[in-house]
């Protein structure tokens, strides 16, 4: 019997007993990925929460500059209250509210963030923040995971200028990953001139995710516009994750972002984050599940399971909280 031939009859005998999926004509079988499984809760964990809230009651709201705005379809309130905040994030189970030390160590907000924690504890998680270019960074790492109970920190190169793999902060990545404590890179865009943007792109944490395997690793934003490269990351190191904050108001891009994803099998790599209060959780969770607008123009669907399991998944269990 030719090849041809085999090949032929082979098929036709797949056809009989095998799904679509097995029907292959170099003759052997293939064993399909099992489906998505239904969430086993509907509690939400919001990854990304900033503590960009006001304790007085302003004489008015006020609002970002229009001017290379955040998000290109509104311009949020800068200065909510705390009541605000609480109506907001009353539809999440947990949130991580975190801060970025700009040009100090980040002391006062790392006190900032836990006062604020120990006004809602039931609902807040503790994220700080250390900038490492200060000597005395790895010591305020130790104070705030020791006497304020951080449970992880975020992080941002091109916020506070230096390279993923600047020798100065090798220091606090072995101390993560000895503590089990979880690390959240801004590893997306930005608007002002003087940001470099060379330091924000996901690639440049390969050599970090090799280097310190142990470390939990979050890509905020999902790395926008660097989606694609932030899923080939997720799905080289098994300690990469990512959250989706910031991306459902560009819908186009959001949903190529997660066809990527669902594409390259790194959908579970996935968090919720809201990026309050540039949105809102409750925004996060309908934006997401209107990325399917453009399967009604033939494109290919992204399954609810799916999508389910992205604004319902433990990203805190994922994190060994």
């Not at 099992?34 to 503590?51: G, K, L, N, T, Y």
């Not at 002391?107 to 900032?112: M, T, Y």
């Not at 200060?134 to 951080?150: I, N």
């Amino acid at each position: 019997m030719d090849r041809r031939t085999f090949l032929k009859h082979s098929f036709a005998g797949l056809a009989a007993t095998a799904g679509p999926s097995e029907l292959w004509s170099q003759g052997r079988l293939l064993k399909p990925i099992p489906p998505v499984e239904a969430p086993q809760s509907r509690r939400i964990f919001d990854m990304h929460v900033h503590d960009w809230f006001v304790d007085d009651p302003p004489p008015a709201p006020e609002f970002a500059p229009i001017l290379n705005n955040s998000r290109p379809d509104a311009t949020y309130q800068m200065n909510a209250t705390w009541e605000q905040f609480e109506y907001d994030l009353d539809v999440v189970e947990k949130a991580c509210l975190l801060h970025v030390a700009f040009d100090n160590v980040g002391r006062a907000g790392n006190d900032r963030i836990a006062r604020l924690v120990r006004r809602w504890p039931e609902k807040l998680v503790p994220f700080g923040s250390v900038n490492p270019l200060f000597p005395d960074a790895l010591d305020e790492f130790k104070r705030s995971v020791e006497e304020l109970g951080m449970k992880g920190f975020k992080l941002s190169p091109i916020y506070q200028s230096f390279d993923p793999m600047d020798p100065r902060i090798l220091r606090i990545y072995e101390q993560a990953q000895e503590w089990g404590i979880p690390l959240i890179f801004h590893t997306a865009t930005a608007q002002a001139a003087h940001i470099p943007l060379k330091w924000a792109n996901p690639i440049l944490f390969d050599d970090v995710a090799y280097a310190f395997p142990e470390l939990k690793i979050v890509m905020a934003h999902m790395g926008h516009p660097w989606q694609n490269e932030c899923f080939v990351m997720a799905r080289k190191h098994p300690n990469v994750y990512t959250e989706l904050s910031g991306n459902f108001y560009r819908p186009w891009f959001f949903y190529q972002a997660l066809l990527f994803a669902l594409n390259w099998g790194q959908t579970y790599k996935i968090m919720f984050g809201s990026d309050w209060p540039i949105t809102t959780p409750r925004e996060t969770v309908e934006g997401l599940r209107a990325a399917n607008q453009f399967a009604m123009a033939g494109l290919p669907e992204i399954p609810e399971a799916v999508i389910d399991s992205i604004i319902y998944r433990d990203s805190f269990k994922l994190l060994g909280f």
